[in-house]
């Protein structure tokens, strides 16, 4: 986790109520919660998105917009969950539905988000995103799209942005490195582009990479040049 060229490491464990509190004390290591400038969280799973994103929005309220650029939504409820597993119910978790002990203190409105990315919803999370009328673009994300998305899901003239980004949003057949592919991904350049569009028109106040599974040299490499211009693009704003 790095804030205002600030460092902090988080050691984790199987307890995830355990991990989220480390998280929270990370962010209080680095000036908050809320914290001040960019915060660029490193996973980890999707699951250790959860404190970072509620100081954010502790931080800015309704000016906060969640981009979440994933292959998944991560919005099941503990009870339509195939699998059980927390990194796919944190987006929902964050809308104050999820796992005791693992939800935050002041819910982030279903409205304040959008999906740019994703492909596989399993059936409650298609239900949710339909019922709360969530913002979800199409898996090939245009930027002129993105923008006027975030625009409309901004309840304030001036909205913020925290980026989230699983990299399975990424076609597997250009980036292998993670737990769950999903076919018909954005390649890296396009995914830069967007969050390069993103930067320049908002504010980018949080950065989440996750779900890397080191497997192959080539994944390393392209993440070696990635992710430096994806933390400077952000930055810049």
Aim: include cysteine.
């Amino acid at each position: 986790m790095v804030g205002a060229d600030r460092r902090v490491r988080v050691e984790v464990d199987d307890d995830l109520v355990s991990t989220s509190a480390k998280v929270r004390a990370a962010l209080a290591d680095l000036g908050g919660p809320p914290f001040e400038g960019l915060v660029v969280t490193a996973g980890g799973d999707c699951g250790v998105e959860l404190q970072p994103v509620a100081a954010a929005r502790e931080r800015y309220g309704d000016r906060l917009v969640v981009v979440w650029f994933d292959a998944h939504a991560d919005m099941n409820s503990p009870a339509s969950s195939p699998s059980g597993a927390y990194h796919g119910m944190v987006l929902r978790a964050l809308t104050g539905e999820g796992p005791e002990r693992l939800v935050p203190e002041e819910a982030l409105p279903p409205r304040q988000i959008v999906l740019a990315g994703v492909r596989e919803l399993d059936p409650g999370e298609l239900a949710f995103v339909r019922d709360q009328r969530i913002r979800h673009l199409p898996p090939v994300v245009d930027a002129a799209a993105l923008v006027q998305a975030i625009e409309a899901a901004g309840d304030a003239p001036a909205p913020v942005v925290y980026v989230h980004i699983d990299f399975d949003v990424l076609d597997p057949q250009e980036f292998a490195g993670v737990g769950s592919p999903a076919p018909g991904g954005l390649r890296p350049g396009e995914l830069l582009a967007l969050v390069t569009a993103v930067a320049e028109r908002f504010r980018v106040v949080g950065l989440g990479l996750m779900e890397y599974e080191p497997s192959r040299k080539e994944d390393q490499e392209l993440l070696s040049e990635l992710v430096p211009q994806l933390v400077r693009a952000c930055a810049r704003s």
